[in-house]
């Protein structure tokens, strides 16, 4: 069984301050799909922040990695800042077809800045969401939609 990780960035989540709306919804779709995917890992906002629980994650074993929230425009958004350090190549359509479902459904959809790329040579797969539970719910079946011929072709499948 595949690996999978979710990442939830949220200052006011890891201070305790507010639950973690998003990252159990992410994680519940990953469990559905078949991936084995412990609970949630909740981080405070800020690039180095990702970059460090991206790298954990990676180093753990894992293969499919999202994170759900800090992909907007405020201060201490630097999800996609901190993914960009650990991705080696990006896979730009994921992270354009999110944002045109997004802002289909809610015209703030537009102003996620979130990404999705690879990292090498480890073949995971890592995909920035918003921090909105509506919109990992609908931005995890896009994900999924390609998820698993990412993940084959990472580990040498053929097209």
Same mark, same amino acid.
């Given at each position: 069984?595949t690996?999978?990780?979710?990442?939830?960035?949220?200052?006011r989540?890891?201070?305790?301050?507010?639950?973690?709306?998003?990252?159990?919804?992410?994680?519940?779709?990953?469990?559905?799909? /078949?991936?084995d995917?412990?609970?949630?890992?909740? &981080? %405070?906002?800020? +690039?180095?922040?990702?970059? @460090?629980?991206?790298? #954990? !994650?990676?180093?753990?074993?894992?293969?499919?990695?999202?994170?759900?929230?800090?992909?907007?425009?405020?201060?201490?958004?630097?999800?996609?800042? /901190?993914t960009?350090?650990?991705?080696?190549?990006? &896979? %730009?359509?994921? +992270?354009?077809?999110?944002? @045109?479902?997004?802002? #289909? !459904?809610?015209?703030?959809g537009?102003?996620?800045?979130?990404?999705?790329?690879?990292?090498?040579?480890?073949?995971?797969?890592?995909?920035?969401?918003?921090?909105?539970?509506?919109?990992?719910?609908?931005?995890?079946?896009?994900?999924?939609?390609?998820?698993?011929h990412?993940?084959?072709?990472?580990?040498g499948?053929?097209?």
């Open positions: 069984m690996r999978a990780a979710v990442i939830t960035v949220s200052d989540s890891s201070r305790g301050e507010r639950p973690d709306e998003s990252g159990p919804v992410a994680v519940a779709a990953l469990r559905e799909a /078949g991936f995917c412990a609970d949630a890992v909740v &981080v %405070p906002d800020g +690039a180095d922040s990702v970059e @460090r629980a991206l790298q #954990a !994650e990676i180093v753990a074993g894992v293969k499919l990695i999202v994170t759900t929230g800090g992909t907007g425009v405020a201060p201490r958004d630097e999800t996609p800042e /901190g960009m350090r650990v991705i080696t190549r990006q &896979v %730009p359509g994921i +992270a354009e077809e999110l944002r @045109r479902r997004g802002a #289909a !459904e809610k015209p703030a537009m102003l996620t800045r979130g990404v999705a790329g690879v990292a090498d040579p480890h073949g995971v797969l890592v995909v920035n969401l918003p921090g909105s539970p509506r919109g990992v719910a609908s931005g995890m079946p896009v994900l999924l939609s390609v998820a698993g990412v993940l084959d072709q990472l580990g499948g053929d097209h």
